[in-house]
């Protein structure tokens, strides 16, 4: 049974004022990264490590997300609590997590089968109810469209024309995209139905996006 004590709220708590350090300024997305136990997503020997501001591996050759790029993605997606969200890349359920303190309508996908099984006994366990589904998020998640936000917590070779048309009039999309060693993150509006604007940011380092608009492509 995993427990939340205060050692480990401390341990929160200093992490949120190292992301106020390091410019995040939604004190929504930092209250939620402070309610979030993100040890739960930990195997007990890695408690440290949950704490510190890295990726680590969760199997697969997969990683969760670091704590900045975690809240950085969120603040850029400037979330309302009506706000219909579609996560790809599921991993670990943490960003999922995340979001669902923000708003409590949260769709998440996620391409490995294992990863998708492990999170959704995890938001079971959690009593969290994002909708889950295992399968290529590179080409979104058509039946449930449009979104008002879309996040991709993989690095994407380029922005899949699938979500652009799977997000709602005035809804945005936040992707990093560049080659397999950098990315940049990327804030798309749709500003009207053929209008969309485009804002970069600085450069991350994501595991790859798979899948028929990922890396892996036409395989
Ligand atoms: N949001 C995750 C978290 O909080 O743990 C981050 C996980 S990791 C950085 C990116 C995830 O994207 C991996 O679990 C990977 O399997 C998944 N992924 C990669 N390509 C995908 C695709 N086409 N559709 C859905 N998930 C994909």
Redesign the pocket.
């Known amino acids: 049974m995993q427990t939340d004590t205060y050692r480990h709220k401390g341990m929160r708590r200093a992490l949120v004022k190292q992301l106020r350090e390091k410019g995040i300024r939604d004190e929504r997305v930092l209250a939620a990264i402070e309610t979030v136990p993100r040890h739960y997503f930990f195997d007990k020997a890695f408690l440290e490590q949950a704490y510190q501001d890295k990726?680590f591996p969760?199997g697969?050759g997969?990683?969760?997300?670091q704590p900045y790029t975690?809240a950085f993605q969120s603040e850029l997606l400037q979330l309302r609590p009506t706000d219909k969200v579609l996560?790809?890349?599921?991993?670990?359920?943490?960003?999922?997590t995340v979001l669902l303190q923000l708003t409590p309508n949260v769709f998440t996908?996620?391409?490995?089968r294992a990863?998708y099984e492990k999170a959704r006994i995890f938001f079971k366990k959690h009593g969290l109810n994002p909708h889950t589904f295992h399968?290529?998020?590179?080409q979104g998640l058509p039946t449930y469209a449009p979104y008002d936000k879309i996040i991709v917590?993989?690095g994407a070779p380029i922005v899949p024309k699938e979500l652009l048309r799977q997000l709602a009039v005035g809804g945005i999309l936040v992707i990093p995209v560049g080659n397999e060693q950098s990315q940049k993150m990327l804030r798309i509006t749709r500003v009207a139905e053929e209008e969309f604007t485009k804002e970069e940011f600085t450069d991350f380092k994501?595991?790859?996006?798979?899948?028929r608009s990922?890396w892996d492509g036409g395989m």
């Open positions: 990726a969760i697969e997969q990683t969760i997300s975690v996560e790809i890349g599921t991993g670990s359920g943490y960003q999922c996908i996620e391409y490995k990863l399968g290529d998020g590179s917590t993989a994501f595991v790859p996006l798979l899948g990922g």
